[in-house]
């Protein structure tokens, strides 16, 4: 997989993921980067500029690309018990069914900045954490917890067993700051399209709404998970 961007690499280096290679224009001037790079013992090499170009799918490289392992998907109860070893109410976000790249990407960025303990995708019929996604990401992949399972409502009844409150973020439910997010907790946001799967809509706890005031009556689902995650965070004085 190819990352491009000083940020980027910057993230994947400091990150969970392994990077292969960093390839660096000459012209480089990022002499803090250089020295992060070099202290990380990650396979380095000089290039022409012209090289990058060449290889390079956003043709904004920012003079330095670098490839990563493909990402390595983490284990959900691994997850749970790391956010309980340090301390925390576990912060869980399910993405059911999310086909755009940009939007998992976005969507990562929040999570990473909001203090998101792990994110849930479904094996089938749901987008990759692929190079589009890592790019958008600005390098925050490397450094959010993603797994994969087969069942989404299986895991969330397992999640609910476990002492969780699950919510679906979508149009017709409570306001979202009048319901208490301070526990364990698992947000559920749907896909572009279709918006969370009836069966996943009946079996969570509740359905929370983002109140909206002007005419348009709906938000991407990338700007909806950075409102509700922020609310999260307001809720828990974070």
Not at 99 to 111: C, K, W
Not at 115 to 131: A, F, Y
Request: net charge positive; hydrophobic share 40%.
């Amino acid at each position: 997989m190819l990352i491009e961007g000083r940020n980027s690499v910057e993230q994947a280096i400091n990150g969970n993921g392994t990077v292969d290679k960093v390839l660096i224009a000459h012209n480089l001037r990022d002499q803090n980067l250089l020295n992060e790079i070099k202290q990380s013992g990650v396979t380095y090499q000089f290039v022409d500029k012209a090289a990058l170009d060449k290889i390079s799918k956003t043709k904004n490289h920012q003079g330095i690309v670098a490839y990563v392992t493909n990402y390595q998907y983490f284990d959900l109860k691994d997850i749970i018990d790391r956010a309980y070893e340090n301390g925390k109410q576990p912060l869980l976000l399910i993405l059911d069914g999310i086909e755009d790249p940009h939007n998992l990407g976005n969507i990562i960025r929040t999570a990473e900045c909001l203090g998101v303990d792990g994110l849930i995708l479904p094996k089938h019929r749901s987008v990759t954490v692929n190079d589009t996604a890592m790019r958008v990401s600005q390098g925050a992949a490397s450094n959010v917890r993603i797994c994969k399972v087969v069942n989404i409502n299986q895991e969330i009844q397992k999640l609910k067993d476990q002492g969780f409150w699950v919510y679906g973020v979508e149009l017709g439910g409570m306001p979202l700051n009048k319901v208490n997010l301070k526990g364990p907790l698992v947000l559920v946001m749907g896909s572009e399209g279709r918006g969370i799967h009836q069966l996943t809509r009946k079996l969570v706890d509740g359905i929370v709404t983002i109140p909206l005031r002007g005419k348009v009556n709906s938000l991407n689902v990338g700007s909806a998970a950075a409102i509700a995650l922020y609310e999260v965070n307001r809720q828990r004085g974070l």
